[in-house]
């Protein structure tokens, strides 16, 4: 099993749609979770951070869900600027043994007129 | 506020050459960080550097050296470039380890060894 899971998509969607994205972790005792979007031939960019309690940024939610070991994101009311792909970045818990982020292969978004 | 530049941004090698990939950040980073990303897989970590003359190994260590002589630079060296060292580079600088806080990544390097 992958340490961290993507569906690659594409996810093709209509302007002004609601679309979600799970992505799925191994190690149960990781600790920290964000999600990246990049565009087509840029570099990754923090688009938010994933709190046990969730939250919200505009037009984006992002939810944990511990048991069953997965981080979502939801993006409501679509915009043709939102097509890009978003980037699942688990990190491993401390004293590990070294250094652990894992960042998922991403999941493409395509939004159209 | 440039953030962390990268240069050059397309270079072409032919195998067995060699190259220095730079990296320089200007938000007093301790944290650096080198990662490569193919297509279709995560960004995989090369090496990383905690300060100024601390440098380790990340995942894909093969075939790349590091060093960290001041907190802003932080140069990716490819010694007898093969094939498979074709790939997107990105550095990256963050304010706590791990990038707890977010990494900052620069634009990117495109290598392609011929």
Redesign the interface.
């Known amino acids: 099993r992958k340490e961290v899971e993507q569906d690659p998509g594409p996810f093709n969607v209509p302007e002004g749609a609601t679309v979600a994205f799970n992505c799925t972790y191994s190690n149960s005792a990781s600790q920290s979770f964000f999600w990246y979007r990049q565009d087509c031939r840029k570099e990754p960019k923090l688009l938010m951070s994933v709190y046990s309690s969730g939250n919200e940024d505009g037009r984006f939610t992002a939810q944990l869900n511990r048991a069953s070991q997965y981080i979502s994101l939801l993006i409501r009311d679509s915009k043709l600027s939102d097509s890009a792909t978003y980037l699942c970045v688990v990190n491993a818990p401390p004293n590990t043994g070294g250094f652990k982020t894992i960042f998922g292969a991403g999941t493409r978004l395509f939004v159209k007129a | 506020n440039a953030g962390v530049t990268q240069t050059p941004k397309f270079r072409i090698l032919k195998i067995g050459q060699s190259m220095t990939l730079q990296c320089t950040q200007d938000m007093n980073h301790n944290y650096m960080y080198w ?1 490569r990303q193919d297509p ?6 090369i090496y ?1 550097s905690v300060g100024a003359g601390i440098t ?1 190994k ?1 995942e894909v260590p093969n075939g790349y050296n590091v060093s960290r002589s001041t907190t802003e630079d932080f140069p990716l060296r490819l010694e007898l470039a093969a094939p498979s060292q074709t790939s997107v580079y ?1 550095c990256a600088s963050s304010y706590l ?4 806080d ?7 390097t ?1 290598l392609t060894v011929v």
């Open positions: 990662y279709g897989m995560g960004l995989k970590l990383y380790d990340g990105f380890l791990e990038g707890a977010g990494y900052t990544f620069g634009s990117g495109r």
